[in-house]
């Protein structure tokens, strides 16, 4: 009799199941074989990616590449075409995430106040009050909140509706935080405070985080890995690890190895863009 291979949706014979190829110990999510097209035109095709845990990854490359696209593919939030993206070897659905959007003003409910944006997904999760208090209280003073939390979102500067993104994005202790250019839309102090902040919430939860960033002075910074990828189609270019102590401060920035990590990716982002 022949082998039958049980799968969702049904029962298919002689179907022999793809081998997954686990990433080494360590890895957070793991991606297999990811495709996506745009209007016929391959943006991924096959492409393999393993995100280390507790780890810091920016995402570098030439405009268009799709760095945004494949921070929005691995958080479900932009359908694959085929492959397999795994969490630690579970689905996104058994995995929690948090995402923080480049567009702040968009990203928050407009009717609810900020305390109860942020509080959202605890909510979702049915935790109690009393549960929700506590990790209120936590996420204010890990960011150091001096503004009234009662206040709808409209009502907070840009840099203020950012934080409380980031709270609410944090909220329930995500496994996996995504920031799609979560500066970029900010002033200059503002994007020191929150950079700041992430780091901070880095040292003490060691939660892995997918940044996208535009800035190389930025994505070094902040990163233990530096994923460049090539034009489109798009591979990974190369991979540099980043490992000087943390926290990173102002003197970081005239550290030898840093100079050197962000001189190497600005020669193979200058080698992408002109193939
Ligand atoms: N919904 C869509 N429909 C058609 N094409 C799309 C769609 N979303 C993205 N694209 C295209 O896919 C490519 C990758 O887009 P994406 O925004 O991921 O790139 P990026 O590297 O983040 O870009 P940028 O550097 O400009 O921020 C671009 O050519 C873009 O035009």
């Given at each position: 009799m022949s082998a039958v291979l049980s799968v969702p949706g049904g029962v298919y014979p002689d179907v022999p199941a793809p081998a997954h190829k686990p990433g080494p110990s360590g890895t957070q999510i793991t991606i297999r074989g990811l495709t996506k097209y745009f209007a016929g035109w391959p943006?991924?095709?096959n492409f393999d990616l393993d995100i280390p845990k507790h780890k810091i990854v920016s995402v570098f490359g030439p405009n268009g590449c799709g760095k945004s696209t494949l921070i929005n593919m691995i958080a479900g939030l932009v359908p694959i075409d085929s492959g397999e993206i795994l969490f630690d070897g579970k689905s996104l659905k058994d995995t929690k995430i948090g995402y923080v959007f480049q567009n702040y003003r968009e990203a928050m409910?407009?009717?609810?106040r900020t305390i109860d944006n942020i509080a959202y997904p605890l909510k979702l999760e049915g935790r109690s009050k009393a549960e929700v208090d506590r990790r209120m209280q936590e996420l204010v003073a890990s960011f150091d909140v001096k503004f009234d939390?009662?206040?709808?979102?409209?009502?907070?500067?840009g840099g203020q509706q950012q934080t409380a993104s980031i709270m609410r994005a944090l909220a329930n202790n995500p496994e996996v935080l995504f920031l799609d250019e979560?500066?970029?839309?900010?002033?200059f102090e503002m994007t020191l405070f929150i950079r700041e902040k992430l780091q901070e919430v880095f040292m003490q939860t060691g939660t892995t985080m997918l940044l996208v960033s535009h800035d190389l002075e930025e994505a070094v910074y902040l990163a233990d890995q530096v994923l460049l990828l090539t034009k489109?189609?798009?591979?990974?270019a190369e991979i540099l690890a980043y490992d000087d102590a943390?926290?990173?401060?102002?003197?970081t920035l005239s550290e030898a190895s840093f100079i050197a990590t962000k001189k190497q990716s600005l020669e193979i982002f200058q080698r992408e863009v002109r193939r």
């Open positions: 943006l991924y095709e409910f407009p009717w609810m939390l009662r206040r709808y979102p409209y009502e907070l500067s979560p500066f970029s839309a900010l002033d489109r189609p798009t591979r990974i943390r926290p990173r401060t102002v003197e």
